[in-house]
């Protein structure tokens, strides 16, 4: 369904992606806008398991979004080292597809707020 990595010498394996998603400070939650523009918004999260939640407001543009497609990606990059004259940068990165789910139960709603 997704492409493979183009580069695999710089492929992680499941364990050190898993590394980064837990102790990145934010990533980005990338969907698609309500309005058919691609939408991309940086967001703290938690983790629990194989599940990433997120915290936002009860109502916007955001939610409106995900209510008509619930299909997401979500980047943490962690390390940087810019490259001077090599107009690159070296650095850490996690990418994972999901579908968000936003009719959770409250104890599940809650348990990352302690």
């Not at 990338?30 to 991309?40: I, L, P, Q, R, V």
């Not at 997120?54 to 409106?64: D, I, R, S, T, V």
Request: one cysteine or more.
């Amino acid at each position: 369904m997704f492409d493979q990595v183009r580069r695999k010498n710089r492929e992680w394996n499941i364990e050190e992606a898993r590394e980064l998603l837990l102790s990145g400070e934010y990533g980005t939650l990338s969907m698609f806008g309500e309005n058919g523009y691609g939408y991309g918004i940086p967001m703290s999260y938690a983790m629990d398991g194989d599940k990433i939640y997120f915290h936002c407001a009860p109502e916007g543009f955001k939610l409106n979004s995900l209510k008509i497609n619930n299909k997401v990606s979500f980047s943490v990059v962690g390390k940087t080292k810019v490259l001077p004259g090599q107009f690159s940068t070296e650095y850490q990165s996690v990418l994972v597809f999901g579908k968000i789910e936003m009719n959770l139960p409250d104890e599940e709603k809650n348990m990352h707020l302690i």
